[in-house]
Each structure stands twice: as C-alpha cells, then as structure tokens.
C-alpha cells in the first residue's frame, strides 16, 4: 500500500517559518519525483514546487525565494521549508508523487498524501 504522510503544518504569524515533511511509504522513493501542492479554501489545487530525480527543483513565482524544496532518499521523506509566510499562503499543502522517466517527471500525479493545514495570520 501506498502512502504519503504529511506532517509539520500549523499556525504561524506573517513573517514566521514552518518546515513539511512528507514520509513515503509503498513506493521506490527514489524512481518519482516529488512536489508539493497547496489547495485554499473557495481556490483550486496549485503546485507549489517540485524535485526530479536528479534533485533539480523547480517553484511556483510565488513562493521563489521563501520556500525550499528538498528530499532525503535514505530517509524516503520530502520537506518544504517555508520562510518569510505570508498571509496567503494559508492552505492545506498536500505531498505527491509523480512517476519520473528520465528525469522528466510525468504530468499526472500519482499518489497524494492527505494534506496539512498551514495558517498564517496578519
């Protein structure tokens, strides 16, 4: 059985840091590429940064400069430290994982985790 487990959300003022981890489980971790997502209430699901095989990171312009992407294949865990949070982040972020080939990552998910709330008050 597949699973990816979401852990570190919580509630931080403007300006505050948090640090997601994703642990995976029922997969070979290091075969997918890995991203994060984040869903707010009323907006659709929007990716947030992603992390190929080869450890290439890629962001969405909205989070570029404050949060960062990193995996730890022995550990087959994902994290995403986020610093400088703003308001708008407030969302649940969701971990996926994404089959890779050649690492180029597929365009579908594969597997989602349950999701973590993040708050960010002014």
């Known amino acids: 059985e597949v699973q990816l487990v979401e852990s570190g959300g919580g509630s931080v003022q403007s300006g505050g840091s948090l640090r997601l981890s994703c642990a995976a489980s029922?997969?070979?971790?290091?075969?997918?590429?890995m991203d994060w997502f984040r869903q707010a209430p009323g907006k659709e699901r929007e990716g947030v940064a992603t992390?190929?095989?080869?450890?290439?990171?890629t962001y969405a312009d909205s989070v570029k400069g404050r949060f960062t992407i990193s995996r730890d294949n022995a550990r087959r865990n994902v994290y995403l430290q986020m610093n400088s949070l703003k308001p708008e982040d407030t969302a649940t972020y969701y971990c996926?994982?994404?089959?890779?080939?050649?690492?180029?990552?597929?365009?579908?998910?594969?597997?989602w985790g349950q999701g973590t709330q993040v708050t960010v008050s002014s």
């Open positions: 996926a994982a994404k089959r890779s080939s050649w690492a180029s990552c597929a365009a579908t998910v594969a597997y």
């Open positions: 029922g997969i070979t971790f290091n075969s997918y590429c």
């Open positions: 992390i190929n095989i080869a450890g290439t990171t």
